[in-house]
């Protein structure tokens, strides 16, 4: 089974943006709201069956053929459903900044949300203007009280300047554990790995074109507010959550590109040129530039920038060659068993 070529897959979103997205896949943006596509998604987004899942050229779902053959997609058992295939990868090419929001870990995903993945995600900075930042954890705890009526004030800027601020370049890695607030600054384009849910907390939805109710989980904030964190993400904690492999050009090995605390959520690695072999296993492949061929055993496949593969298990062992340069996006160490057995949070 050969490498699956993926067309471009714009989701509109409430947040400006989209226009890097549109200059690498090849496509006219509709709005001036299409600032992510997702990449090779199995799932949809939060309240929609089909808005965010990948469609092939023949316009056949992904999600119906990895049903069909999920041991060739993915070459093990388990996982949450027939389609899962254990990540979810997003382009995000923000030209605002994203409100301050939260994702839940599994166990309140379980408890709450009928699923076995929260939404731990991770950022591949691919360009940044200048003095961009992304917002990660707040500085110091934080007292929920006070919190929540920062919330229902719709007050960013106190939330922002409680937050850890850390300007961004191209090549940086930022793991964003589940429960930990967040934004992204407007000026940043980059790859996102994450788990394949669609669960988010707004605490500032005031800043997109949603609202207070679309901001929740239709679970209520009473709910859904435990699972943001109010303690302090100190300098150490934020340190491990930080890559800079990727400021370097990438070589003939695939590197891994995220921090290591990544690992068993997902994983992302970049090469370039007359690669080593990678072992099999499912893939989201972006040929970030340049021109070449995805070759294994099972066939070869010629690639250029801006084209976008689903690459299936049954493809095997693979190398590049040529001179494309790649990000590689694969499940975490241990994907789907660490789904079940609870040492993943
Ligand atoms: O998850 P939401 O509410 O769509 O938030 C907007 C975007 O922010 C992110 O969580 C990045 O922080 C994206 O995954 C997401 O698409």
């Not at 690669?275 to 499912?282: D, L, P």
């Not at 492949?285 to 298990?313: F, I, K, R, T, W």
Request: glycine share 10%.
């Amino acid at each position: 089974m050969r490498p699956v070529l993926l067309p471009p897959n714009p989701v509109q979103h409430f947040y400006l943006g989209g226009d890097r997205i549109a200059a690498l896949r090849g496509i006219e943006p509709e709005t001036d709201r299409q600032p992510e596509e997702w990449l090779a998604s199995t799932v949809s987004r939060f309240g929609s069956d089909r808005v965010g899942l990948a469609v092939t050229e023949d316009g056949d779902d992904l999600r119906d053929l990895v049903r069909a053959d999920r041991a060739a997609w993915v070459g093990a058992r388990g996982g949450r459903d027939a389609a899962d295939l254990g990540i979810l990868v997003k382009l995000l090419d923000a030209r605002q900044r994203l409100p301050v929001h939260v994702h839940p870990d599994r166990g309140f995903a379980a408890s709450h949300l009928d699923c076995p993945y929260g939404k731990t995600e991770a950022w591949y900075v691919l360009e940044t203007e200048d003095d961009c930042a992304v917002h990660v954890g707040w500085k110091r705890p934080v007292d929920r009280d006070e919190l929540d009526r920062r919330r229902d004030a719709q007050d960013g800027e106190w939330m922002l300047a409680h937050m850890n601020r850390v300007v961004v370049r191209p090549g940086m890695g930022v793991l964003v554990p589940a429960e930990t607030v967040h934004a992204i600054d407007g000026g940043i384009f980059l790859a996102e790995v994450q788990e394949p849910t669609d669960f988010s907390i707004l605490l500032e939805w005031s800043v997109t074109t949603s609202t207070r109710e679309e901001s929740h989980l239709d679970l209520g904030f009473d709910t859904v507010m435990p699972s943001v964190s109010t303690d302090a993400l100190d300098a150490d904690a934020l340190d491990a959550l930080i890559s800079t492999a990727g400021e370097t050009p990438a070589g003939t090995r695939f590197r891994s590109l995220l921090p290591a605390a990544a690992d068993p959520y997902f994983r992302l690695f970049d090469a370039a040129g007359e690669t080593e072999r990678r072992e099999a296993g499912f893939a989201v492949v972006l040929v970030s530039g340049g021109a070449g061929a995805m070759v294994s055993d099972a066939g070869s496949v010629e690639v250029e920038g801006g084209q976008v593969y689903a690459v299936p298990h049954a493809f095997g062992e693979w190398r590049l060659t040529g001179d494309a340069e790649v990000l590689v996006a694969a499940p975490g160490a241990g994907w789907p068993i660490t789904l079940r057995d609870g040492s993943v949070r």
